[in-house]
């Protein structure tokens, strides 16, 4: 079975070039394109040329575009065969290490640096910051995300915005107004609320998602019509951590087109998968990662996002440190994979359930003191990169 | 299946729900706001008040009260009932006269609106002419007189508003009547007043504006005398043997006339100016009333010297050599004498005044003419109300010594029963004794009976005694001097002058079993008191807490605290202040509750929280919860102050502006109304250049205010551990946070010795990070951990300590259900996320069963600031019901509002009135009385057509049909209907009259 791999075949176009690193150490063999086979064939062969064979390994490859993208199974192990020219380059980690704190600080770091920084990371923030952690595309976190364009009438948009604890703010401004509506005696005069205003480099303005002159139609699939301004702000402000608003944008011409797969600006990830946790983005599977490999993956598991977040109140038990407070009927699995930041308090609240409980300690405490600016600061990368 | 099930479950629950929950606005307790207008019927003993904001309410015998709102926002002017019917008219600023009646339905007696009415002139004649100025209802119930601007006087026939304009008496006529001398070709101005003969029904007194006083025969159509008076009307009094008519001048004086004679011109037998020399003000209303021996009695109203007391309200009252010049506290409305005898013929025994804050009834049969305490409409505003506290169930031990220390203070009152005795109170007695506190501007606080419809007045405390404060107690009482003139006596209690704002009083808490109250302040003081029957003379041992703890940066820019009297006060029998806490920074106290039986008191502001132990009198804890961020409570209430005195000068501005607009109102001008709505407009057009906007922005710990500490609680719960249960404090604050505290009481033997320790437990800060409004524990069985002394007393089921205790934490966003002793989330109910509403008040409150007297529920009543009720499940936090209650806009009402534990509830519609509402379908205090028709008349008798009478019922006066009766404008009811109305009211008041004769037996 491995035979057929090891045979060098150069001189055939239909031979993938493959250079494998695992710690400092590197193994080049070749493939046959057009016969990849499985791959747990893949992965066995891995462990073999490493001569690592009881190691548990996590396979990523740098794509076309420099993206780390990860190998875990035949569907992404032959697309990655099929896009490398000439040269597939791969990344193994050790399992055990390859999860919040070890991946991509160890042996990615350099890698990342030179690779995946045009995409990943502007030079500055690096030079700045200690290195960002870069997990699993399901690790990587929405600021923003458009939702349900398959129920939603084309001229309405239903954007969500994930706070998360940062620092950075909404930023915007509702108004009272009115809007016009067609009634069956014609065109009529309503109240309505529109968005009066965006903060500068708020959260609403970075999504571009939002604009001045909105209606706001729905809050947290809540209507707001017939509701006073002030009920609606504070259905916002209640709902800040998850926010999700069915506007009618002022602007009708940057719609999202629901016929076609790609065809407006924001087109191309409009599509939802279900009503009921439908955010754009791609499932794991390996073909929608490639076909359009600018993006950066999300792979937002709905009940992440469902599971509420305001469960997480903090409890300090005397003497004792600070804990999130788990959902009593609820396994802690289902809490959000995500670093929260506690500032009143001053301490960090790993709510990232059974990831991060074997190496919290040592890693959250290095983490906190760089303090709320530098993650603020790391927000506002991903937010400009996610933006559509 | 399964669906099926469940569904018969809801509309289970659904059933059981309606037997628990009923929502009712059932009675407004305290005195109108801005009364406007009042009337009596002396056949009812019915008393009515009408408000300018168009409501009229009719009080009889305590206990018996009825209240209507016109459809029109418009002030009520006059209100006359029409003699021995229970009808009665009401004349409104927008010049339409309305007809009410007591109808009895079901036993019980509804005021309702049956017909409605506006004059019309001949056609194109000025609206003066039908501009109502002076009502008379004739003796016969049948006539309604209506002079008017014009000066003619309109005959109408009642209650079906039929115009017999035959009978019409013009200027025209009454102007050739009267010799060409007086006065020439001068217009006799607007008919001032209209008065029946009291001797002779058929003769009616017609005063003109100018001073003319004209006695109209009805049967002759034609006039019989006249009054040539010089000076202009104020009003006119017939009195009562039919020979002689007083008439009150705008130059201050009154006149008797002479109409015995034949003569057709009367002569003067007598002028005066009462307070003379110098420019009086009018005398606006004047009455004489004789008595079987001696002098009668003049009353009138007004008259002062110009200069020196032309800004004093006063009734002056003389009888035989008794001259009285009664001081009032406010404008006077309109006031009537109320007579003894069956016929309201004999002696004059109470004269009642409606004054624009308080009605005072002031005996006139005892010595010095007390004043009669009211057992309603009592001036809830005195001193400006800061805040209420409810007590529901108070032990008779406590009532009683309450009570006796009331009675105490009362001394000056008179003996005599309340004389307005009209109507049957049918209301069963309350199942229990209620109390309801209310802390006021002055730093009184007043104990209220709440139990029944009659909120009655049972005690005041008063707790400036313990401070210095800039004023002299004794500076403003008893002022009268000797032989002064006029002859003043101040009567009245309203006084919305506060000595010291510092001295308000803000919070309260009343331990029922105890007797122990504790109340805190403006100034950031928390005194400790306990009922003693006995008056006692004691210092009181102030103990200041450092609520600050070394926070750097800290600049208070608020009041300084209130100074404490170092020697011992004496206080008199009832509550006595025996401790003293007073905060630093003494910013306003926003949290305060008592535990009886641990004796200790917690307190909170906008800087932290204490714990105070009044047994050992130290402070037990003190903790900061100041964000040292947090500019705004750093520096305290300076920028308010600030804007107090704008806002002062823009309410000012805005008073002056709405005189302007009143005053152009009255000249009635359409070009005016024009102007208005162009100005409307154009600030309509401005708002939508400069809209209101608001931010969306999540809370953050550096938001201001988020230290101030919104509630606090004690609880005997298992804190730490699942096994032993200890004291605990609880307190929650603005940002959202919770703190717990376990605490270690000495064993009562060492109660007075050891110290009582505070150890932090548990920090609870939620997510959602908004205001913590209210903290509960919950027992095993999931109901809330009973009162203080609740089990000792055998008053409550002593709480479940083997299963789960359970944390509620109420914040404005949410209800939300934790485990203890470990914390953690079980269940939570979310309120502003769904429906913008957010939570103002929240109560605990027990639901009984209206059908099974064993079933109940406990529940929690919640506030919204959108004004709307809500009552929520224990432990289950779900929803209930939902009412809409006070409009959004009512901030000061929403504030206000008050629970009991049994679902009730009282919030302030005006600064003097609290609506009782109730939320419960068992406990329901609502007035239930009947008002019989008074027996006589041969008229009303003759009116009453029995055929088919008794099947014809009225339609309650609904909106539809209003405004239909509205659309025609003229008259609302044919005679025929109205008629048989009279019929319907004769059937039911005939077996009420044969009950009344055999008690009379």
């Known amino acids: 079975m491995n035979k057929n791999h090891r045979v060098p075949s150069n001189r055939t176009l239909s031979a993938v070039e493959v250079k494998s690193k695992f710690g400092a150490e590197f193994r080049r063999f070749s493939l046959d394109r057009s016969k990849p086979g499985r791959f747990d064939e893949f992965y066995g062969l891995l462990q073999h040329v490493h001569r690592i064979p009881n190691v548990d390994l996590l396979v990523g490859y740098a794509d076309v575009h420099g993206d780390l993208l990860p190998i875990n199974n035949d569907d992404n192990y032959h697309k990655a065969i099929s896009v490398a020219s000439p040269l597939l380059r791969l990344f193994l980690q050790r399992k055990e290490e390859a999860d919040y704190s070890a991946f991509g600080t160890d042996s990615l770091t350099r890698p990342k640096k030179t690779v995946l920084a045009a995409v990943l990371l502007r030079p500055d923030a690096n030079r700045k910051k200690p290195p960002v952690i870069i997990s699993l595309p399901r690790d990587f976190r929405p600021v923003s995300s458009i939702i349900d364009v398959d129920i939603l009438p084309e001229t309405h948009r239903r954007v969500r915005l994930y706070k998360h604890g940062q620092e950075k703010p909404l930023g915007f401004y509702i108004r009272d107004g009115s809007s016009v509506r067609v009634t069956p005696q014609g065109l009529e005069k309503v109240p309505g609320i529109f968005i009066s205003r965006m903060v500068p480099g708020g959260l609403a303005e970075s999504t571009g998602l939002l604009a001045v002159n909105d209606e706001v139609l729905e809050v947290n699939g809540i209507e707001v019509q017939g509701k006073s301004l002030d009920q609606v702000t504070d259905m916002m402000i209640a709902n800040s951590h998850n926010l999700i608003v069915t506007v009618k944008p002022a602007n009708q011409r940057n719609n999202i087109v629901r016929s076609g797969g790609g065809g407006a600006a924001s087109g191309s990830s409009g599509r939802s998968s279900d009503s009921g946790a439908s955010f754009y983005g791609y499932s794991s599977s390996g073909t929608a990662v490639a076909t359009t490999p600018a993006h950066i993956i999300q792979n937002y598991h709905p009940e992440e996002v469902e599971s509420d977040e305001d469960d997480e109140d903090l409890v300090i038990e005397a003497g004792g440190e600070a804990v999130p407070i788990p959902r009593a009927a609820s396994a802690s699995c289902s809490m959000p994979a995500l670093p929260r930041y506690e500032p009143h308090l001053n301490l960090r609240t790993a709510a990232n359930g059974a990831l991060a409980a074997s190496n919290s300690a040592s890693s959250l405490s290095a983490l906190s003191p760089t303090g709320r600016g530098l993650e603020g600061r790391s927000q506002e990368e991903d937010g400009t990169v996610i933006t559509l | ?1001």
Not at chain 2, 636 to 654: A, C, D, E, N
């Open chain 2, 1 to 1001: 299946m399964k669906r099926f099930r469940r569904h018969g479950q809801e509309s289970h629950r659904d059933r059981i729900k309606q037997e628990l929950y009923q929502f009712n606005k059932t009675v407004e307790h305290g005195f109108p706001h801005q009364p406007s207008a009042l009337g009596f019927s002396p056949s009812l003993q019915l008393l009515a008040i009408g408000t300018r904001s168009g409501a009229i309410k009719l009080y009889g015998a305590p206990g018996v009260e009825f209240m209507g709102l016109h459809d029109e926002n418009a002030a009520v002017t006059q209100i006359h009932f029409l003699p021995h019917l229970v009808e009665l008219v009401t004349l409104l600023d927008d010049n339409s006269l309305h007809m009410w009646t007591l109808k009895a339905h079901k036993g019980v007696s509804e005021l309702l609106e049956i017909g409605r009415f506006t004059l019309t002139g001949p056609p194109g004649a000025p609206p003066s002419v039908t501009r109502v100025t002076a009502v008379l209802a004739h003796s016969s119930g049948e006539l309604l007189l209506l002079g008017t601007e014009g000066g003619h006087v309109f005959v109408v026939e009642v209650p079906g508003f039929r115009e017999l304009e035959e009978r019409n008496i013009s200027l025209e006529i009454v102007t050739h009547s009267i010799p060409e001398e007086y006065g020439g070709r001068r217009s006799l101005e607007h008919v001032e007043s209209l008065q029946e003969n009291p001797a002779n029904p058929q003769q009616v007194l017609i005063g003109y504006g100018r001073g003319l006083m004209v006695i109209w025969d009805l049967d002759c159509q034609s006039a019989v005398k006249h009054i040539l008076a010089t000076q202009p009307l104020e009003s006119v009094w017939w009195t009562e043997d039919g020979l002689r008519v007083l008439s009150s001048h705008s130059d201050g004086s009154y006149c008797r006339w002479s109409v015995a004679g034949l003569d057709t011109q009367s002569e003067q037998e007598k002028s005066e100016v009462p307070y003379g020399h110098f420019p009086c003000k009018a005398i606006s209303k004047v009455i004489q009333l004789p008595t079987k021996q001696g002098p009668p009695f003049l009353l009138f109203s007004g008259g002062m010297p110009r200069a020196s007391y032309g800004d004093r309200h006063c009734i002056t009252v003389i009888h035989s050599k008794t001259h009285v010049a009664l001081d009032f506290t406010s404008r006077i409305i309109d006031f009537f004498v109320i007579r003894d005898g069956p016929d309201q013929a004999g002696e004059p025994s109470a004269l009642v005044v409606l004054v624009e804050e308080e009605l005072v009834v002031i005996d006139l049969q005892t010595e010095g003419w007390p004043v009669i305490q009211t057992p309603y409409l009592v001036p809830l505003h005195c001193s400006a109300i800061t805040c209420s506290h409810h007590v529901s169930a108070i032990p008779l031990k406590l009532w009683e010594r309450v009570l006796s220390a009331g009675a105490l203070q009362n001394t000056h009152y008179s003996k005599k029963p309340w004389p307005i005795t009209g109507g049957l109170n049918l209301s069963p007695d309350p199942p229990q004794r209620d109390l309801l506190l209310t802390g006021h501007e002055d730093g009184t606080v007043r104990f209220w009976d709440a139990s029944g419809v009659c909120l009655y007045p049972m005690y005041k405390l008063s707790t400036a005694g313990v401070f210095h404060t800039d004023a002299d107690p004794n500076d403003n009482m008893n002022q009268c001097t000797e032989g002064e003139w006029p002859p003043f006596r101040k009567v009245g209690c309203f006084d919305p002058y506060s000595d010291d704002p510092r001295l308000g009083i803000q919070k309260i808490h009343l331990c029922k079993y105890s007797g122990y109250l504790t109340v805190a302040g403006t100034a950031g003081q928390i005194l400790v008191l306990e009922l003693n029957d006995e008056s006692a003379e004691q210092a009181v041992e102030a103990t200041v807490a450092d609520l600050l703890q070394g926070q750097e940066g800290f600049r208070w820019k608020g009041h300084t605290r209130l100074e404490v009297r170092e020697e011992p006060v004496l206080f008199p029998p009832g509550f006595q202040p025996f401790a003293l806490v007073q905060c630093q920074p003494p910013a306003v106290v926003t949290a305060l509750t008592l535990h009886s039986e641990w004796k200790l008191v917690a307190f909170g502001t906008s800087h932290g929280f204490g714990l105070y132990d009044y047994q050992q009198k130290n402070n037990v804890l003190v903790r900061c919860t100041l964000n040292p961020s947090d500019q705004l409570a750093m520096e305290g209430p300076l920028s308010r102050v600030k804007s107090i005195k704008k806002s002062l000068r823009q309410s000012f501005r805005r008073i002056r502006r709405s005189r302007v607009s009143l005053r152009k109102h009255h000249v009635n001008n359409a070009a005016k109304l024009q102007d208005a709505n162009a100005r409307l407009e154009a600030e309509l057009a401005e708002m939508e250049l400069a809209p209101v906007q608001r931010k969306i922005e999540a809370r953050s710990s550096d938001d201001s205010f988020t230290g101030l500490v919104r509630t606090l609680y004690f609880a005997d719960t298992f804190l730490s551990d699942s096994s032993h249960n200890t004291p605990s404090l609880w307190a929650g604050t603005n940002g959202g946070s919770v703190f717990a505290y376990q605490l270690r009481l000495p064993s009562v033997e060492r109660r007075a010795e050891d110290l009582v320790t505070a150890h932090p437990a548990k920090e609870i800060q939620l997510m959602h990070r908004a205001p913590v409004v209210a903290i509960l524990v919950m027992d095993g069985h999931g109901s809330p951990l009973p009162e203080p002394l609740e089990v000792a007393h055998d008053l409550a089921r002593s709480p479940d300590m083997q299963g789960s205790h359970h944390l509620l934490v109420i914040s404005e966003e949410q209800f939300k259900v934790f485990t203890l002793p470990k914390v953690s989330a079980k269940m939570k109910l979310k309120l502003t996320a769904i429906d913008g509403s957010r939570v103002r008040r929240v109560g605990v409150a027990w639901f009984g069963s209206s059908c099974s007297e064993d079933y109940g529920e406990s529940g929690l009543t919640v506030l919204t600031n959108q004004g709307d009720l809500h009552v929520v499940s224990l432990p289950g936090v779900k929803m209930q019901v939902h009412h809409p209650c006070i409009r959004r806009e009512d901030v000061s009402g929403i504030a206000s509002c008050v629970f009991t534990k049994h679902g009730q509830g009282f919030y302030l519609i005006s600064p003097s009135e609290f609506e009782r509402f109730s939320l419960s379908a068992r406990c329901v205090v609502e007035p239930r009385s009947l008002v019989e028709v008074p027996h006589q008349t041969p008229t009303s008798l003759s009116r009453a057509q029995p055929d088919g009478a008794s099947e014809y019922r009225y339609e309650q006066p609904e909106r539809a049909s209003k405004n239909h009766l509205c659309n025609n404008m003229k008259t609302a009811l044919t005679g025929g209907k109205a008629l048989s109305n009279g019929g319907d009211f004769h059937i039911c008041s005939v077996s009420i009259v044969k009950e009344e004769c055999n008690d009379g037996e």
